[in-house]
């Protein structure tokens, strides 16, 4: 990874941590308003002495069945961030909230990735895009399913994790959007972030792990 980006993640990360009002001293902000289609607890009925989970109604739902819960070797929080220029300057890269766009578009700003016990949770976060389902490892393969976006189909990858950084090479996914899954979980490595030891308080859906404070 070039320093460039380096300092990207690393600006996105405390950007992220400020912009929540997290950082250690800050006054607490008001939740954020969720939509009724991406539920999330709100920071302020959190238990400082419990550790954080996922909460039920962010189960991904089953068309086909769920994995059992399970720690799996690429579980994880990733970040990716993508400047303007890289996504077409401000003419074509300037991302924005779009309900009836192509999902998995890659936008500029931060991404995150949240892979844990086979739920999987996408969020970019300027365009607002949220993405949840289920995924089995067997190997160096893994499998999504149960996305909403591609909720009959399957996308099989290989994946790496060397050196924090989690690639993906597609297989095969059919998932419709002339490839826009495949293209955005390929497009660039994802950096591993120890997110609750990072002052971030804000992650889609949860910081599963961390404690509430």
């Avoid at 086979?118 to 389902?133: I, K, S, V």
């Avoid at 909403?148 to 290989?158: D, M």
């Amino acid at each position: 990874m070039d320093r460039a980006r380096r300092f990207a993640i690393f600006a996105a990360v405390a950007a992220v941590g400020f912009a929540a009002g997290t950082l250690v001293g800050d006054e607490p902000e008001a939740p954020a308003v969720e939509t009724a289609a991406s539920p999330s607890p709100s920071p302020a009925a959190a238990d400082p002495d419990v550790r954080l989970a996922i909460p039920p109604e962010m189960e991904p739902y089953d068309y086909q069945a769920a994995p059992p819960r399970r720690a799996t070797p690429v579980d994880g929080f990733y970040m990716r961030v993508f400047t303007l220029e890289e996504m077409g300057g401000p003419v074509l890269g300037v991302p924005f909230h779009c309900l009836r766009c192509v999902p998995y578009s890659v936008d500029a700003g931060v991404q995150t990735l949240l892979l844990h016990e086979g739920r999987f949770y996408l969020e970019h976060q300027l365009n607002e895009f949220r993405a949840l389902g289920h995924y089995v490892v067997r190997g160096d393969r893994i499998v999504l399913f149960n996305d909403v976006n591609c909720s009959k189909t399957r996308g099989r990858y290989t994946w790496n994790l060397e050196h924090r950084r989690l690639s993906f090479e597609v297989i095969d996914d059919p998932c419709p959007y002339v490839d826009e899954r495949s293209n955005d979980l390929t497009l660039e490595p994802w950096s591993r972030i120890d997110v609750c030891y990072s002052g971030i308080k804000d992650w889609y859906p949860v910081r599963v792990g961390c404690l509430g404070v």
